[in-house]
């Protein structure tokens, strides 16, 4: 009998941790702000990086694998004919995904909406060292 209350408890955690993992990776993470102000290409550029699991390698706005380059301003500073020749074929270290037409395409307007957002690094911050972050003061 005082075995059936821990067992209950545990139950329940248990049963309360698949129910959450189920509504987290069930929802639809595009807010309708999101929808919006990206386009649509752009939203389905957004599920081939994903398919191909591009952020293993890539970073965007220093979140990511660390084999690639961070992709959040490349379309502004290497322009979209750069990016497409890398997702064209790939390169020494990138393997050549034989991405179709339009996955190039999805893929580049993802980039330059990524590109639009901002910018990485934060350039006009400074950390201390204890971490936190504090906003340069202008000379």
């Known amino acids: 009998m005082k075995m059936i209350l821990p067992?209950?408890?545990?139950?329940f955690i248990i049963l309360a941790?698949?129910?959450?993992?189920?509504?987290?990776?069930?929802?639809v993470m595009?807010?309708?702000?999101?929808?919006k102000s990206i386009s649509p290409l752009a939203v389905k550029g957004?599920?081939?990086?994903?398919?191909?699991?591009?952020?293993?390698?890539?970073?965007?706005?220093?979140?990511?694998?660390?084999i690639g380059?961070?992709?959040?301003?490349?379309?502004?500073?290497?322009?979209?004919a750069?990016?497409?020749?890398?997702?064209?074929n790939g390169s020494l270290r990138m393997p050549n995904f034989n991405l179709n037409d339009t996955q190039v395409e999805?893929?580049?307007?993802?980039?330059?909406?990524v590109d639009s957002s901002g910018s990485f690094p934060a350039k006009d911050f400074d950390v201390s060292w204890y971490g936190t972050i504090q906003k340069k003061e202008k000379e």
């Open 7 to 11: 067992i209950k408890i545990l139950l």
């Open 17 to 27: 941790y698949f129910v959450y993992s189920f509504a987290i990776y069930n929802q």
């Open 30 to 35: 595009h807010t309708e702000v999101a929808r």
């Open 46 to 66: 957004k599920d081939v990086f994903q398919k191909f699991n591009c952020i293993s390698c890539h970073q965007i706005y220093g979140l990511g694998g660390y």
């Open 69 to 80: 380059p961070d992709l959040t301003n490349t379309i502004s500073e290497k322009g979209e």
């Open 82 to 88: 750069y990016a497409e020749a890398f997702l064209r």
């Open 106 to 113: 999805a893929l580049i307007e993802m980039l330059k909406a």
